[in-house]
């Protein structure tokens, strides 16, 4: 190595020890890193879209419940679920699982029905959250009319979510065959197996509500 630095003009001495080698690399390396940082940071600034850390503890940020916006201050690891029961008394949409797999807990999301125990509070900011309890003004309406009318639950502990999933449909509108009505419920469980009934609800109101999704509040 000695022989190959001298043949190269002797720019990299001898006695200079690879481990000081790197750290004078790396020295040099963080110093042209470190202003073109300071000078991106203005600029992420000025442009508003610097990323700001939230948490761990309790951060404070709005939801839009219902059609009203919501203060909250709760920590950024809480899904959706936690916030509207624990902290907005919102306890329509139920935790039964936790974990994706029953439908209990779904609400919608921009009239996407989601299950909110799989989302993060602080992922729903700026979207239109509605739960069960945003469906119902003077009268019940014509989703949980229907559910009434068909006798679509026995024990009523999954009704909520299954509401709120035949909901979403009734909102988007169309003409939704069979097979479609299945697939859009194939995310909820009835552990009382009050299927055939609910399918028969589903079928009265799928499709009917398209354009007046907003009418509810
Ligand atoms: S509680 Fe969310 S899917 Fe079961
Ligand atoms: S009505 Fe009892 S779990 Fe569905």
Same mark, same amino acid.
């Given at each position: 190595? *000695? ?21 004078? $690399?790396? !020295?040099?390396?963080?110093? *042209?890193?470190?202003? @073109?940082?300071?000078?991106? /940071?203005?600029?992420?600034? /000025?442009? @508003?879209?610097? *990323?700001?850390?939230?948490?761990? @503890? ?15 201050? /709760? ?5 959706? +679920? &936690?916030? +509207?029961?624990?902290?907005?008394? $919102? ?12 439908? @209990? ?5 921009? &009239? ?7 989302? +993060?509070?602080? &992922? ?7 739960? %069960?309890?945003?469906?119902?003004? &003077? ?5 949980? #009319? ?17 509401? #709120? ?18 697939? *859009? ?19 009265? %109101?799928?499709?009917? !509500? ?8």
């Amino acid at each position: 190595m *000695a022989e190959k630095n001298k043949r190269d003009g002797g720019t990299l001495s001898s006695s200079v020890s690879r481990r000081t080698f790197l750290k004078t $690399l790396g !020295g040099g390396a963080a110093a *042209a890193a470190i202003p @073109g940082a300071a000078l991106a /940071a203005p600029i992420r600034r /000025a442009r @508003g879209d610097e *990323a700001r850390v939230l948490g761990p @503890g309790k951060a404070k940020f709005v939801l839009e419940v219902n059609g009203q916006k919501k203060e909250v201050e /709760a920590e950024p690891r809480l899904t959706l +679920l &936690d916030v +509207l029961r624990n902290h907005l008394d $919102l306890t329509g949409a139920k935790n039964i699982c936790d974990m994706g797999e029953c439908g @209990g807990c779904t609400v919608l999301i921009d &009239d996407v029905p989601l299950y909110s125990c799989l989302t +993060l509070a602080l &992922d729903a900011r700026g979207r239109k959250i509605t739960t %069960v309890e945003g469906l119902e003004t &003077d009268r019940l309406n014509p989703t949980q #009319m229907a559910f009434v009318k068909h006798d679509a639950f026995q024990c009523g502990f999954c009704t909520p979510g299954w509401i #709120m999933s035949v909901e979403a449909l009734r909102r988007k509108g169309g003409q939704p065959d069979d097979e479609t009505i299945r697939e *859009a419920l194939t995310g909820n469980l009835c552990r009382c197996s009050a299927y055939p009934k609910i399918l028969e609800a589903a079928r009265a %109101v799928a499709g009917k !509500g398209g354009g007046d999704a907003k009418k509810h509040y």
